[in-house]
């Protein structure tokens, strides 16, 4: 079931921009879906934070570029690459001028998470890198907006889309990343720092990132909430699978991710009132 538009539109586009768009459209490897021009002043509109500069994100950001995101924020979820930083603002604005990057030069901890996330309207994960596995799920939760989130390892990705307050008349249940792993990171941690990617299938997965980034915020299409998708680059087969119903998180879980103890109560009960809040608004 298709959502509502996550974003309200902009006003008029700029004549720049509808000529930049009109030549994007003739590019073959930065077509976009087909989006009416009401939607592409959702974009316009639209505040997403990317999460690492690399790994998936890396053609993501170029395909969120590509489409005329207006706001498009930078932020590095392991250790600070001010290099990577920089190459990706400069993709950003070579393939869309109009775009403002908001680089945020400090790393994502427990105690600026919120405030650096509190500033977008969707968060878009494909760093691949989980020092702290649950950190941005769990503010994402918290502050209900939607993480776009992909991994790859070797010949396999998975996306999906976790939101833990969809809007009500969308027959979407609340999901969040603790649905995907379970409550216990141990063997996320445990997973071999790079196993080793095929790189056409980084390419494949981050376009589709960015493709749910963009479903979710004009609201056309289905996005991937509650569903998984699996890429087998070896053997070419995509499927989608329902995600488990979330379940209780054990005291101390979230502590031993390196969030602050008391963190993981103060997410739950945060998202329990901006449901309430979400669902009395509509």
């Known amino acids: 079931m298709a959502l ?22 003739s590019l073959p490897q930065l077509r976009l879906p087909p989006i009416d021009e009401l939607g592409h002043r959702r974009l316009a509109n639209a505040r997403v934070l990317v999460l690492g500069a690399g ?3 890396a053609p993501a950001l170029r395909s969120l570029a590509a489409a005329g995101v207006g706001t498009i924020g930078l932020c590095d979820v392991g250790e600070l690459d001010v290099d990577a930083l920089v190459l990706a603002t400069t993709t950003v604005l070579t393939l869309s001028p109009d775009t403002a990057v908001v680089a945020h030069d400090e790393a994502l901890t427990a105690e ?77 941690l445990a997973a071999p720092a790079d196993p080793g990617v095929l790189g056409a299938l980084r390419g494949q997965a981050g376009a589709l990132l960015a493709a749910e980034a963009i479903r979710v915020i004009t609201g056309t299409g289905e996005p991937l909430i509650g569903r998984v998708l699996t890429i087998d680059a070896e053997t070419g087969r995509f499927d989608a699978a329902p995600l ?39």
Request: glycine share 10%.
């Open 55 to 57: 790994g998936l994100s």
């Open 112 to 188: 600026s998470a919120a405030r650096i996330l509190g500033g977008y309207d969707l968060i878009l994960d494909g760093s691949d890198i989980s020092p702290q596995p649950f950190l941005v799920g769990d503010t994402c939760a918290a502050l209900g907006l939607p993480l776009v989130w992909g991994s790859v390892a070797r010949g396999n990705a998975e996306l999906s889309v976790f939101w833990s307050t969809p809007p009500r008349r969308s027959g979407q249940r609340s999901t969040q990343l603790r649905d995907f792993f379970g409550a216990d990171p141990s063997a996320l």
């Open 4 to 25: 509502p538009p996550l974003v309200e539109p902009s006003g008029p586009l700029s004549p720049t921009e509808t000529a930049r768009l009109l030549q994007v459209r």
């Open 244 to 282: 488990p119903v979330l379940q209780p998180v054990p005291t101390g879980a979230a502590d031993s991710v390196g969030v602050p103890a008391g963190t993981a109560a103060a997410f739950t009960a945060t998202a329990t009132a901006t449901a309430t809040a979400t669902a009395t608004e509509e």
